[in-house]
C-alpha cells in the first residue's frame, strides 16, 4: 500500500474542512454586512450603469453610506428612485443613505441604487468591478460587483449574502 505524504493528507483535510461561500459574494466591515454587489452588463457606448446590494446592520448604532468609488468611473451618486401620483422620479441623496441599527436596506432596481456616470469602458458580464464603499461611523471597504446579465435581477432568483458554512 501507498502512503500518503503530509503535504497530500493535508491538502485534503482543508479542502473537507474549509469553509466555503453559499451562493455569495459579500464583504463585512464592523457591524455592517454587504451582500452581493452587483451591476449589469452595459452595451458598447452605454456611459452609465447602476450598483446594486444589500447592506445589514447587525449593530446597535445606526449609520450612513456616505460614498462608493468605482475603478474607471469619473462620477457616482447614491440615489433613490421612487413613483408618486403616477410620476417616475430619480435623485441625488445628498446626505447619503441611513442604514437603521438591525436593519437591512437594499439598493436594487427601481429603488435606492448607486448611479455610476462616465464609463470609460463597458461592463462585461461574468466580471468584476472593484469599487470601495465609504459608510459615515464604519468607514471604508474595498468591494467587487458582479456583472450580471443586460436586465438581470439576481436579487430576485437568490438570497446573497455573507453567509458561510463548513463542510
Given amino acids: 500500500m501507498r502512503s500518503l505524504s503530509i ?3 493535508v491538502a485534503l483535510l482543508s479542502l473537507l474542512f474549509v469553509p466555503t461561500f453559499v451562493l455569495a459574494h459579500g464583504f463585512k466591515l464592523g457591524s455592517l454586512e454587504i451582500g452581493h454587489p452587483w451591476t449589469r452588463a452595459t452595451p458598447k457606448g452605454a456611459d452609465v450603469a447602476g450598483g446594486f446590494l444589500k447592506i445589514t446592520n447587525t449593530g446597535t448604532a445606526d449609520d450612513r453610506l456616505v460614498a462608493v468609488t468605482v ?7 447614491i440615489h ?8 417616475m422620479s430619480m435623485r441625488p441623496l445628498k446626505d447619503g443613505l441611513p442604514i437603521p441599527a438591525g436593519e437591512t436596506v437594499e439598493l436594487k432596481p427601481g429603488s435606492f441604487h448607486i448611479m455610476m456616470m462616465g464609463l470609460s469602458q463597458p461592463f462585461v458580464e461574468g466580471t468584476m468591478v472593484k469599487g470601495k464603499i465609504i459608510f459615515e461611523k464604519a468607514g471604508s471597504a474595498d468591494i467587487e460587483f458582479k456583472v450580471e446579465a443586460v436586465g438581470a435581477n439576481p436579487a430576485e432568483k437568490h438570497q446573497h449574502g ?6
Avoid: W
Fill in 7 to 9: 503535504t497530500r493528507v
Fill in 71 to 77: 475603478e474607471t468611473i469619473a462620477r457616482i451618486e
Fill in 80 to 87: 433613490e428612485m421612487k413613483t408618486e401620483n403616477g410620476v
Fill in 162 to 167: 455573507t453567509t458561510t458554512t463548513t463542510n
